[in-house]
């Protein structure tokens, strides 16, 4: 089970920073994700983080503004974003999956949690 916390209503430039627990199962074994999904656009993978921590993965669009970590002993994980603009409104939920050959193939999460909201205006 994941249970994502930390969304909100910001301005634009603010930080917020989101934090998703985990609950059962083997979390150091799982990819995590955070997935976003705006209305009226396709969901996007945002970022990503390896089973270890070592290797992580930002879109484009957040690169250099969002940063994820994870703590395997604490069973979480967070995304700390910066320089919030409009278009990162949106519902952000947290993914896990053990076996993730592609972070936008969406299937290849095994568990999803309820989604956060964030809101950024203008």
């Known amino acids: 089970q994941l249970v994502e916390s930390g969304g909100g209503l910001v301005q634009a430039g603010d930080s917020l920073r989101l934090s998703c627990e985990a609950s059962?199962?083997?979390?150091?074994?799982?990819?995590m994700a955070w997935i976003r999904q705006a209305p009226g656009k396709e969901r996007e993978c945002v970022a990503a983080?390896?089973?270890?921590?070592?290797?992580?993965y930002y879109a484009d669009s957040v690169k250099g503004r969002f940063t994820m970590s994870r703590d395997n002993a604490k069973k979480t994980v967070s995304l700390q974003m910066n320089s919030l603009k409009p278009e990162d409104t949106a519902v952000y939920y947290c993914a896990a999956g053990v076996i993730v050959r592609s972070y936008s193939n969406f299937g290849e999460y095994d568990y999803w949690g309820q989604g956060t909201q964030v809101t950024v205006s203008s």
């Open positions: 059962g199962g083997p979390f150091s074994r799982y990819t």
């Open positions: 983080i390896s089973w270890s921590g070592a290797s992580a």
